[in-house]
């Protein structure tokens, strides 16, 4: 494509507000620029580019969904950033890599190519599935759909598929990211004996609107029961990840970024807290860091450090009553380096269990 065209796409792209566009425009305008040896004009871009780089509060603008889809789909502002998120390095690559291919788009399709549009996130509950999918939304600065099944399926013949050939319609031509939570809900295997006719027709419609659908828009689907999918839809993802518990050592990130920033002084270190925390889902620990926050926000200064440990406290007793585990029998033969957590208000010496 010539700089002429180029510069004619960046003023469509900035006339009609497209952010993705017009930040895969200047890195076009960029990368020419390099081709040429014209190194200081491509600087010029690059910085134009991290200034248009979409911000968590625009990241995601909402949109006006029109009549026919409006109860079918649920938009959700994306404001979520990859560092929200504690992943594997294999998962981060993975995902990293999907949005750097939608992100230089034209540049694949100039060599006949598109970029993968389709991801299927497995996991126990709580794992990060929709954040991930919140995430990829954010990144790429496109609306964020949610699927929403009570009002999709429908107790007439055809009716469940005729709704989803909707949405899947209207998502063709909105670029976005479409998400199916509790994905097995609609994508489920249709050998099974126990299933009716109507589950086999909405599974085969389902699996010829991912085919059609296309790379401008990503879809997400999420599943807890992977053993319940249909065979047939496994393939028809461009990329399939599971999404395991957090590790110690991220926990123990998360913590540290949070603990420093509104707790300082607090009783409680991050090392230690994150070996209590062992076995959690990221968004338990989310919800307690969310908690810490909140408090460390409102708390007057004076208070804030006490007040936070007790929140902390709240949250460990509810870890311990939901693991069935006590406290000492986590923390024997460990030694914490740093401060030290204070002894449980009433605790008492226990035969292990509570």
Excluded at 147 to 168: D, H, I, K
Excluded at 214 to 232: F, G, I, K, Q
Excluded at 303 to 312: A, E, F, P, R
């Amino acid at each position: 494509m010539s700089r002429t065209d180029l510069v004619l796409k960046l003023a469509k792209a900035g006339y009609e507000g497209n952010r993705p566009l017009l930040q895969r425009t200047l890195e076009a305008l960029a990368e020419d620029a390099r081709a040429k040896q014209q190194h200081t004009l491509a600087k010029r871009y690059a910085s134009a580019i991290t200034a248009t780089a979409p911000s968590v509060a625009s990241a995601s603008p909402l949109t006006f969904l029109p009549e026919k889809v409006r109860d079918l789909l649920i938009e959700r502002p994306a404001v979520r950033r990859f560092d929200d998120l504690v992943l594997s390095p294999s998962i981060l690559r993975s995902v990293r890599e999907l949005v750097e291919e939608h992100t230089h788009l034209d540049l694949l399709r100039s060599h006949g190519m598109e970029p993968k549009n389709s991801l299927l996130l497995l996991g126990a509950p709580g794992t990060g599935k929709t954040t991930l999918a919140e995430i990829i939304s954010s990144e790429l600065g496109l609306p964020f759909y949610t699927v929403r099944y009570e009002a999709l399926v429908g107790s007439y013949l055809g009716e469940t598929a005729g709704r989803l050939r909707e949405v899947f319609d209207y998502c063709s031509s909105t670029p976005c990211v479409l998400f199916f939570d509790e994905f097995e809900a609609v994508g489920k295997e249709r050998a099974d004996t126990q299933e009716s006719g109507e589950m086999r027709r909405i599974v085969s419609s389902l699996l010829i609107q991912l085919d059609a659908l296309p790379s401008t828009t990503v879809v997400v689907c999420a599943s807890n029961h992977p053993e319940m999918l249909d065979r047939a839809v496994w393939r028809r993802f461009d990329l399939v990840l599971e999404l395991p518990l957090p590790t110690r050592d991220q926990v123990r990130d998360l913590l540290k970024k949070v603990l420093h920033q509104y707790a300082s002084n607090s009783s409680f270190n991050a090392d230690e807290l994150s070996l209590h925390l062992e076995g959690a889902s990221f968004s338990e620990i989310e919800k307690l860091l969310v908690d810490v926050r909140r408090r460390g926000i409102l708390a007057t200064v004076g208070d804030c450090d006490s007040s936070i440990d007790d929140i902390i406290e709240r949250w460990l007793n509810r870890m311990r009553r939901m693991s069935g585990e006590d406290w000492n029998e986590r923390s024997a033969g460990t030694k914490a380096s740093g401060k030290v957590r204070p002894k449980r208000p009433g605790a008492k010496k226990t035969d292990g269990k509570l």
